[in-house]
């Protein structure tokens, strides 16, 4: 009967329960399968890299550097780990015997009365209570725990250390640098390489010694090793050896901490100035030497007391530290700061500044920049540029940061292709000459294209390079071109690659190449009148520049990749097709050498019948002594950055770089240079110990690329924001800060960024040659409105590096030259001479004259150049009208020395305007434009207000042109009743030219012909 009852309960409890048996398998299959799908979607990954470095021929960087970080971490992991471990098992193994009795809560009414009377004891006894139940529940799982948290614990603290695994690297490839720092007179290598590493493993091991004592501490308590009662804390004598071995190491490592603090001082940004300063040296340091000999002696009693069971002595001690290390270390070196420094704080921190200065230039790399006075003049007269026909001759007047719709409206040909927002500079030999050129490459739109087909197997590529002169134009105010056309041809080269396949706007993948005798998928270019058949090219890659994609192991990796199952089943993947990706040059330079930071302006070049793009790149550290750091960020920001043309560098603080490798990457097929351009440098020693191999001697370079090379603008915005006060060699004048500059703002945007350096050709004062220069210039800081907005300064980096000779780089490569103005200089800075332009009465007229048919004036770059004895500011003057296939083409030159300003045509009408009639200079054929060409609407622009216009319109157009120059010229002679009928004129052909647009005619205000209103001009 008993029976009977039960056993449909139990047949339903066996029912119940299969269900749960029947799950923990399927559980554990679905875990399974889910961990395995993760792990072959990480080995995938894994794997497409591998790959894509083998391709490159750049496996050894991915092995070493995944070598170094695994073993980088297996340190801080076993480290870290193997402590706890330690820690928590000497803990287990040293508990009492006999687990003590804790004190418990009283109960019923007792616990009442208790509570009234003691409230702490009880709730000390509920806490013991509750340790108790935690110690029993934590009991059965002992063992594992014991293993999983020093597990999980070394996970964090090697992941950690593999942060740093750069510092680590560099400790065991370290260079002498064969300088040494002025206080200690160490070799600076100890402060760049060493003093990081000993800094990282003090702080990293006083981690793992505060988490060791932490368990330590949970274990004895929850094993009675520690017992919390009324009359205090009570412990074993285990737990005082324990403890007190963990306190003796923590104290000998923070011992070692304080004494590299000494020297961690010359890197220290708490004063007014970088480095160690005269209370860091007198108080700080001796401090610091005092409070790591106390903490050794501290050690030592710990070590002492917790064998002799006395500890007294160590407590007394550890208190005395404490008290010394406030008292010492935060209360004398303020005394000395506020007492003895502040009251004569510049005689007292002279020699300290002069460390921070020299340092700081040597650093930078401006150590051994030419500084000379510059007495410029704002006089103007005849042939003053008599002696300057070589820089004259090569101003440059297409502005690359304008004419990128030029190029494209004339050279784009097919919406699938793009330029970029911003063309690069840069030079070529023409019949024997250097000529300055502007210069992009004609890539590919991948926005254009819709469809995984499109997107990844047709549109694949751009095609070919576009230059044009920089220093001239058509007549009618177009780039005149020196490499132009689909078929890519010009006077840099009739027989080049030119299908680029890597660039700054490449798909993120495409997938090219095939045998012999397959199918041309590739759209190659438009069709030229040498082609034959319908259509557009087709082209099958042949170059290797991608890992191969055919079979279906690699399919499917690089359809996990890239989340694609088109990948896996296109049939345009074909056995020998290859994959190309990280297309974009700075990024493919960053990946092969992960050490490098990769300047933000890569640019094209033709060289030796390849395109390539160029690449610099440089090492950093903020570690070297004494030197101010500067955020990159913040310096390499600037008007072209703000408009995308560029990118800045990371916002990283660093107080040392270096030019120190120069890279290309071939457009084609994507092979990656590195050159040691910087041989000397010892970071880049260090780390070519870490990668041999990698990096090629500059001896290696061809001549043909050697002349390609420029001075990198991203290095250059760096030091110029250092010069801004940096240019001071006085420790007296830079305490001051008496003389401090600023960069100028682009007066030729809305909004306040720094104006941009410029590369151009020129020959500077005292030099014997023209040199292809980065140039910037320097005005008073800006405190407010009021601040004079003149010139200070002007500084050029020399960026001509070829000299004809395969692997020999011109001595005079990186040279500086900074001209520095009176600092009573009325010379007119760069917001001044446009305030200049802008408020000039027969500019003004020009320029409205010019707005006519809602066509829209565009400014371009303002240059500055020191000619005649001062400085001439030269403006490319763009028109462009409001239709869709509109782009801007030269109309004017704007040109200013002083207060005189000269607006023409061409360069050469608008310099003898502003000297006198004639400047004594011969400028460039074409540069500038025929006035009746360009204003008479002689241009293809789709949707000009200029083209199609009437001949009525025309006639109104010439009469307004010729009545200006006519004003012009009256205005120069004095004779002002020629300039009143002049304007008189003016004003009728202005009427009659908008009536003939269509537009309502309306008196125009005629200018007061009267001396002021010349503004000097």
């Known amino acids: 009967m008993a029976t009977g009852p039960s056993s449909p309960r139990s047949s339903a409890a066996s029912t119940g329960n299969r269900p749960k048996k029947r799950g923990r398998p399927l559980l554990t299959t679905f875990i399974i399968v889910v961990a395995l799908v993760i792990a072959f979607v990480y080995v995938s990954q894994v794997y497409t890299e591998v790959l894509w470095y083998n391709q490159l021929g750049y496996i050894g960087i991915f092995l070493r550097e995944n070598f170094i970080k695994i073993g980088v971490f297996l340190a801080g992991f076993l480290l870290m780990a193997l402590a706890m471990w330690v820690s928590l098992r000497a803990a287990w193994k040293h508990r009492p015997a006999e687990r003590p009795q804790r004190p418990r809560p009283a109960a019923g009414g007792e616990q009442q009365k208790s509570a009234g009377a003691d409230p702490m004891r009880d709730l000390q006894a509920v806490f013991n209570q509750n340790m108790e139940r935690y110690q029993q529940a934590l009991e059965p799982m002992r063992r594992i725990l014991m293993i999983a948290i020093p597990v ?77 009662h009324e009359r205090g804390i009570g412990t074993s004598k285990a737990v005082k050896v324990h403890l007190g071995i963990i306190a003796a190491l923590f104290l000998i490592v923070l011992a070692g901490n304080f004494w590299l603090g000494r020297y961690s001082t010359l890197l220290s940004n708490k004063g007014s100035w970088t480095g160690a300063l005269f209370t860091d040296v007198n108080a700080v340091m001796p401090t610091n030497a005092i409070l790591a000999i106390a903490a050794v002696i501290v050690a030592a009693l710990f070590v002492y007391s917790a064998f002799a069971g006395r500890w007294r002595l160590p407590l007394i001690g550890t208190a005395m530290l404490l008290v010394v290390s406030l008292v010492a270390g935060g209360l004398y070196p303020w005394a000395v700061q506020r007492f003895q420094v502040t009251p004569t704080e510049q005689a007292m921190e002279k020699d300290f500044i002069q460390r921070n200065i020299d340092m700081t230039r040597n650093a930078y790399g401006l150590s051994d920049i030419k500084s000379q006075n510059y007495e410029a003049t704002v006089e103007t007269g005849q042939g003053a540029l008599d002696g300057d026909t070589s820089t004259v001759s090569n101003i440059r007047l297409l502005d690359p940061n304008v004419v990128s719709n030029s190029f494209a409206q004339l050279q784009q040909f097919r919406p699938y292709y793009q330029f970029g927002k911003s063309l690069s500079v840069d030079r070529y030999n023409v019949d024997g000459k250097n000529q300055d050129t502007v210069i992009s490459a004609r890539e590919l739109n991948p926005e254009q294209n819709q469809g995984w087909y499109n997107q990844h197997v047709v549109y694949t590529h751009g095609y070919g390079v576009v230059a044009a002169y920089g220093n001239q134009v058509e007549a009618d105010g177009k780039p005149k071109f020196m490499q132009e056309g689909i078929s890519a041809k010009g006077v840099i080269s009739q027989d080049y690659q030119p299908r680029i396949y890597f660039g700054q706007s490449s798909p993120d993948y495409s997938i090219v190449g095939g045998s012999d005798g397959d199918e041309n998928l590739e759209l190659d270019r438009p069709q030229t009148t040498d082609d034959k058949g319908a259509g557009d090219a087709k082209y099958t890659y042949t170059g290797q520049g991608g890992p191969k994609i055919g079979n279906w192991f690699n399919r499917l990796a690089y359809a996990i990749k890239y989340q694609s199952s ?12 290859q994959i190309l990706y990280n297309r974009d040059p700075a990024d493919r330079v960053s990946k092969v050498a992960p050490y490098l930071k990769v300047d933000g302006n890569p640019y094209p070049a033709i060289v030796d019948n390849k395109v390539v793009w160029m ?77 041999p191999t990698t990096v090629k001697p500059y001896s290696e370079m061809s001549a043909d690329l050697m002349n390609h090379v420029r001075y990198p603008e991203d290095l250059f915005k760096v030091q110029r924001e250092l010069l801004n006060r940096y240019h001071v060699t006085d420790a007296n004048s830079f305490y001051a800060s008496d003389d401090v500059w600023q960069t100028p703002k682009d007066p030729t945007q809305d909004q306040a960024t720094d104006l941009p350096p410029y590369y151009m050709s020129l020959q500077m004062p005292g030099d014997k040659r023209t040199r292809f220069s980065l140039t910037s210039s320097f005005i008073p800081q800006q405190s407010d409105s009021n601040t004079r907005n003149v010139m200070y300064g002007f500084v050029s980096a020399n960026g001509d590096a070829g000299t004809g000779k395969d692997g020999v780089k011109d001595p005079d490569y990186g040279t500086m030259n900074l001209l520095e103005l009176p600092r009573n200089s009325v010379v007119p800075g760069p917001g001044q001479a446009q305030n200049l332009f802008d408020s000039d009465t027969n500019v003004s007229t020009e320029l409205n004259l010019l707005r006519q048919g809602a066509s829209r004036v565009v400014n371009g770059n303002l240059l500055t150049l020191p000619v005649g004895g001062g400085i001439l500011y030269v403006q490319p003057v763009y028109v462009q009208s409001s239709g869709d ?52 609407g002689k241009s293809d622009q789709g949707d000009s207000g200029s083209s199609g216009e009437s001949p009525d319109l025309k006639k109104s157009l010439e009469d307004a042109n010729k009545a200006m120059q006519d004003s012009s010229k009256a205005m120069k002679d004095g004779d002002w009743a020629a300039y009143g009928q002049a304007q008189d004129r003016l004003n009728k052909a202005l009427d009659e030219a908008l009536k003939a647009d269509g537009a309502s005619a309306s008196p125009s205000p005629s200018p007061s012909a009267s001396p002021s209103s010349t503004n000097g001009g």
Do not use: H
């Open 615 to 691: 690449v610099d790149a440089y090492t950093t550290s903020s570690n070297y002594p004494y030197s101010t750091p500067t955020s990159l960020g913040d310096a390499t920001q600037d008007s072209q950055t703000k408009a995308g043309g560029s990118k800045a560098l990371p916002n990283e603080k660093v107080n040392y770089i270096r030019n120190s490798v120069k890279a290309t990457v071939n457009a084609y097929d994507g092979s990656v240079d590195l050159y040691a351009w910087d041989d000397q440098d010892p970071v880049l020693k260090a780390w070519q110990k870490v990668f």
């Open 152 to 228: 999980v614990v070394g996970l964090f603290g090697g992941l950690t250390l593999l942060a740093q695994w750069d510092t680590v690297a560099l400790f065991f490839a370290r260079e002498p640098f064969g300088q040494t720092d002025p206080q200690f007179g160490f070799d600076l290598s100890f402060f760049m390489f060493t003093l990081p590493f000993l800094r990282l493993v003090a702080g990293y091991v006083i981690t793992v010694l505060v988490l060791a004592g932490i368990g330590a501490l949970v274990t004895q308590y929850l094993y009675g090793g520690i017992v919390v």
């Open 885 to 936: 296939a509109s782009y801007p083409t030269l109309r004017r030159v704007l040109v200013g020395f002083g207060e005189k300003v000269g607006f023409a045509p061409t360069l050469d009408e608008a310099l003898n305007e502003l000297f006198d009639g004639n400047s004594g200079a011969q400028t460039s054929k074409d540069a500038g434009v025929d006035a009746s060409q360009a204003d008479s």
């Open 566 to 577: 088109d990948l896996l089943l296109s049939n345009a993947v074909r056995p020998d097709s």
